[in-house]
């Protein structure tokens, strides 16, 4: 593909993966990150002999490019991207140029504001006990690309944000899982919820009458969207609240999954998952696995064995009878939501970080019911303190994960549980949701 240059931004995970598919593929490549690029990434350019540059993007040596791939976490209101907009150069994602190059191979690829992580590792757990070639990429943390290019797969099972949907083209999964929607990453959305919605309802534009769109047919908003669309693919709902003919619900304590010839039961208590978020995740877990034509008895194995992932709704230890469970991959105020609704003992709630625009009151109701104090782990912790002041008797501040930890450990008893779920990002105090975890887990540890 001579003659091609692509020009990458950003030099995190997905940046290297499609500047070595690129690389692979015969495009003249060049990355440019504004930022410092950590030296292992920075290794594998330099022995792949991939031109790049860091601290800062130079003009001249982007603007020339056929394509630029643009990594998920660089918004539309950046300078450079502005520039590369103004230009009329195309730009895309990275799912979109693994994509591209992916051969025969099926994509079944999962969005939603909530439990993405969960359902795709899920899936992907499922697609392994039935023994199918597989991986699992994208925002769960291995680039699609890379993988396409190093060690590619008959099966990709792909964790997909709205950013990385923003920026496709032809991108077209053989089974698309769309979760639910709420309100989230709003700032990146111009404030405008509709933007977002059809950033999601993207993970279908191409798909046609021989793929699969498994969605809640609980979600109101996707219900309404759907309303409004025509769609060109196979329609495989799940609900908790009426039977469906084609797809997947909950009656009493049993699962049914229906799918052509194939019917799956299962009692809801196998699953390893607990909470009524998680019935979601593995309704439609167990949907696309049918759909991929595994035998039900590998599924039922599947859904019971499998370990829920870090820094979600993970326990972390009982010291003296208090429980401690970490919950920072919850960057949202419905994730949560979710994390609450599963409580069942009283709660000391660690709750703080970046604030994304988010709307307490969501959880008022339920903070009033479960919460007897909250630890605000922040810098700025005056928007919550605000919402809550009327709601909980107890708000104490804290500037680390230690003093967090320490604080919430006093203010509960035996018999109750400290929850971190912060409802926020994490960029304040911390690198990211997983170092929040960790030094929640640490600190734990330590008392």
Not at 15 to 20: C, E
Not at 188 to 211: A, G, L, P
Not at 375 to 380: A, E, I, K, P, T
Not at 397 to 412: C, G, H, P, T
Request: aromatic share 8%; with cysteine.
């Amino acid at each position: 593909m001579s003659g091609h240059r692509l020009v990458i931004l950003g030099g995190g995970e997905s940046g290297i993966g499609a500047a070595l598919l690129g690389q692979q593929k015969g495009y003249e490549v060049f990355l440019s990150d504004g930022g410092q690029i950590k030296p292992h990434y920075k290794q594998e350019l330099i022995d792949n002999h991939i031109a790049f540059e860091e601290l800062g993007h130079t003009a001249d040596l982007i603007l020339n490019a056929t394509e630029v791939m643009k990594s998920p976490g660089i918004p539309e209101k950046n300078e450079m991207v502005k520039n590369i907009r103004k230009k009329g150069i195309p730009v895309i994602s990275e799912i979109e140029l693994a994509y591209r190059f992916k051969g025969d191979s099926k994509i079944v690829a999962i969005t939603g504001s909530n439990g993405k992580s969960t359902t795709t590792a899920l899936i992907y757990h499922i697609c392994k006990t039935a023994g199918l070639d597989c991986a699992l990429v994208g925002n769960i943390g291995y680039s699609f690309a890379k993988q396409v290019a190093e060690d590619p797969k008959a099966l990709y099972v792909a964790e997909i944000s709205s950013f990385q949907l923003d920026d496709i083209k032809t991108f077209r999964p053989d089974i698309s899982v769309l979760l639910n929607i709420t309100e989230d990453h709003l700032d990146r959305y111009d404030y405008q919820f509709e933007k977002y919605i059809d950033s999601k309802f993207r993970i279908i534009e191409n798909q046609k009458e021989t793929d699969y769109f498994i969605y809640c047919e609980d979600d109101e908003i996707i219900m309404n969207k759907l309303a409004l669309l025509t769609i060109h693919t196979n329609p495989l709902p799940f609900s908790m609240k009426h039977e469906v003919k084609k797809g997947g619900y909950i009656k009493g304590d049993q699962m049914m999954l229906r799918i052509q010839e194939e019917r799956v039961s299962m009692s809801i208590y196998d699953f390893a998952l607990k909470g009524k978020h998680n019935h979601y995740n593995t309704m439609a877990a167990g949907i696309a696995a049918t759909t991929l034509g595994i035998r039900k008895e590998k599924i039922r194995e599947a859904v019971k064995n499998f370990h829920s992932l870090e820094h979600r709704m993970e326990f972390v230890a009982m010291v003296r009878g208090v429980e401690f469970i970490n919950d920072s991959k919850a960057t949202n105020v419905n994730s949560t939501w979710y994390a609450l609704e599963s409580m069942n003992k009283p709660t000391v709630l660690i709750l703080g970080g970046t604030d994304k625009g988010n709307d307490y009151s969501l959880i008022a109701d339920l903070v009033q019911e479960k919460v007897k104090a909250i630890v605000c782990m922040g810098l700025d912790n005056g928007k919550i303190i605000e919402a809550f002041k009327d709601v909980v008797p107890t708000i104490v501040e804290a500037d680390s994960a230690k003093k967090a930890v320490n604080a919430s450990f006093k203010l509960a008893e035996k018999g109750d549980v400290v929850l971190l779920s912060p409802a926020c990002a994490s960029f304040d105090l911390f690198k990211n949701y997983e170092d929040r975890g960790t030094q929640f887990k640490d600190a734990v540890k330590e008392l």
